[in-house]
T-cell receptor, first 116, second 112 residues
């Protein structure tokens, strides 16, 4: 089945540690995205990538890093510089004409990160 | 950048009555627009999308939305609510082909 797989589903981090969230897609989509969701808020864009080996900061990139070495993978690292990392993280992908309209985004099931 | 406003943070309806979830967007052109639904602790599922074809768009589970350029609106409706419709709903706009901008969400409660 085609889709997006996020792992792990739940993740606990001690303060001061870096953690990496995995996102893999087998939809052959060029574009991938990371969003953060906090209670009572919409989704806020962390990073996005329109093509392999290229990515751009979103609205709340501080304290996060990404890589896009393969088309199907877009891991997100939450660094110790992120002051309030406890949140629900969603990865998505879409076909993209880059600069034109996007088709719809397909989402993974999310990773809930908790700082302990 | 584009922006999206969802006018109600919470809507409560009785089972079997109509649903209206409101969405307005800000854009310098006619963008692609989407409605997604999210059940607790789950990812997002696409309900329907508008991509410059017909202005009345039908989606899954009996939902539909009408694109009104003059009002910059894309309201979501359903004739008869079901208990399983209780969830969070997001209106989303395509941001010039670069990424997607989300509204803050509307929580729909369905009362028996």
């Amino acid at each position: 089945d085609g889709g997006i797989t996020q792992s792990p589903k739940y993740l606990f981090r001690k303060e001061g540690q870096n953690v990496t969230l995995s996102c893999e897609q087998n939809l052959n989509h060029d574009a991938m995205y990371w969003y953060r969701q906090d209670p009572g808020q919409g989704l806020r864009l962390i990073y996005y990538s329109q093509i392999v080996n290229d990515f751009q900061k979103g609205d709340i990139a501080e304290g996060y890093s990404v890589s896009r070495e393969k088309k199907e993978s877009f891991p997100l690292t939450v660094t110790s510089a992120q002051k309030n990392p406890t949140a629900f993280y969603l990865c998505a992908s879409s076909r993209s004409d880059r600069g034109h309209r996007n088709t719809e985004a397909f989402f993974g099931q999310g990773t809930r990160l908790t700082v302990v | 950048a584009q922006s999206v406003t969802q006018l109600d943070s919470h809507v409560s309806v009785s089972e079997g009555t109509p649903v209206l979830l409101r969405c307005n967007y800000s854009s310098s052109y006619s963008p692609s627009l989407f409605w997604y639904v999210q059940h607790p602790n789950k990812g997002l599922q696409l309900l329907l999308k508008y991509t410059s074809a017909a202005t009345l768009v039908k989606g899954i589970n009996g939902f539909e939305a009408e694109f009104k350029k003059s009002e910059t609106s894309f309201h979501l409706t359903k004739p008869s609510a079901h208990m399983s419709d209780a969830a969070e709903y997001f209106c989303v706009v395509d941001n010039y082909g670069q990424n997607f901008v989300f509204g803050p969400g509307t929580r729909l409660s369905v009362l028996p």
